[in-house]
């Protein structure tokens, strides 16, 4: 079995179904029970995409935000300490705006845009005259060799010639029901609350946004772009389309542990939409909006090659303090 100091990619998850969905993305999976650090509290599934050794965890149950996403991200390098960067993939919710035309199932990659590096953590600022946010501190950027391979990702993706990858990876959990893609998208206007029942069975269908049929023949839409992080759940329309309204936002999804991470280690954030941070905010989507967020990583890895991975960020490699 691989030791300690051949692990090289450290993914993060945060639900338990995001981490489900990790572990079906290994091309082969390790037995990792001597290669843990014994003052580490992570439980991990060890494995291989492609060429990369992945090392996989999940925040303990009932943990969320961004203090427990950097205690387990400390955790995990304090075991393997030739960890080159980590991915932060789950779920999160979206920010859909007419001139961005994100739906549930597609997926959100952090990537820096003006003054931000790719997470921006709006709830540590100030609302200045006009509306407008203005951060207080600053976030770090993805590990350039991420970001570089994001621009091949991309490219891959949108070229109609292509075969869809992501979809090849999706359908690794169609064997599970409770994964696969359900069949009704809603977003419901800004202004109208919830009315009540887990799916919005009591909800106006008049209230609903009249969006065009998409049209593509790629199973999911991938959008690049800030990250809004803070530590509660965000679910106010009006806050959501003032921040993604915001010209120096631009804000595409929400989550509460991106920017736990991106001061701490060197992180990549992918997040499938689940829902679209409103009242009427359900679980219908989550399972999968796991799996695209998990596909998306999967194919990231491997189109990596291990030649063009960065350094150790914490300069180990050394098998002797690995064990």
Not at 199 to 215: F, G, H, Y
Not at 229 to 251: F, G, T, Y
Request: glycine share 8%.
């Amino acid at each position: 079995m691989p030791q300690a100091y051949e692990y090289t990619v450290g993914w993060v998850c945060v639900l338990q179904d995001e981490y489900l969905a990790a572990c079906h993305m290994l091309d082969e999976r390790y037995d990792g029970r001597d290669v843990v650090n014994e003052n580490d509290n992570n439980i991990y599934t060890l494995g291989r995409i492609s060429e990369h050794k992945v090392v996989i965890t999940c925040l303990p149950k009932g943990r969320t935000g961004m203090t427990a996403a950097a205690a387990v991200a400390q955790n995990m390098i304090r075991s393997f300490l030739a960890l080159k960067f980590i991915l932060l993939v789950g779920t999160a919710g979206g920010a859909p705006m007419p001139d961005r035309d994100i739906r549930l199932g597609d997926v959100v990659v952090s990537v820096p845009q003006g003054q931000l590096g790719g997470v921006v953590q709006y709830d540590s600022g100030k609302i200045i005259q006009g509306g407008q946010f203005e951060r207080i501190g600053h976030l770090n950027s993805p590990p350039t060799i991420l970001l570089g391979l994001l621009q091949d990702m991309q490219r891959r993706y949108n070229d109609p010639r292509k075969p869809d990858k992501i979809q090849e990876h999706i359908k690794r959990m169609d064997y599970k029901p409770g994964f696969r893609r359900p069949t009704e998208d809603r977003l419901y206007r800004a202004d109208y609350e919830h009315q009540g029942g887990k799916t919005c069975s009591n909800c106006i269908a008049a209230k609903l946004e009249q969006r065009p049929p998409r049209v593509s023949d790629r199973v999911i839409n991938v959008h690049y772009g800030t990250i809004g992080s803070a530590n509660s759940v965000m679910k106010n329309p009006q806050q959501r389309d003032r921040l993604a309204r915001d010209p120096n936002l631009k804000i595409l999804c929400f989550d509460m542990e991106a920017a736990g991470l991106m001061n701490t280690v060197p992180t990549l954030v992918i997040r499938g939409i689940c829902n679209y941070a409103d009242s009427h905010k359900n679980d219908e989507w989550n399972k999968y909006a796991a799996v695209t967020a998990a596909a998306y990583t999967k194919e990231l890895l491997t189109i990596l090659e291990p030649e063009e991975e960065a350094m150790p960020f914490r300069g180990g490699g050394n098998p002797k303090s690995n064990i």
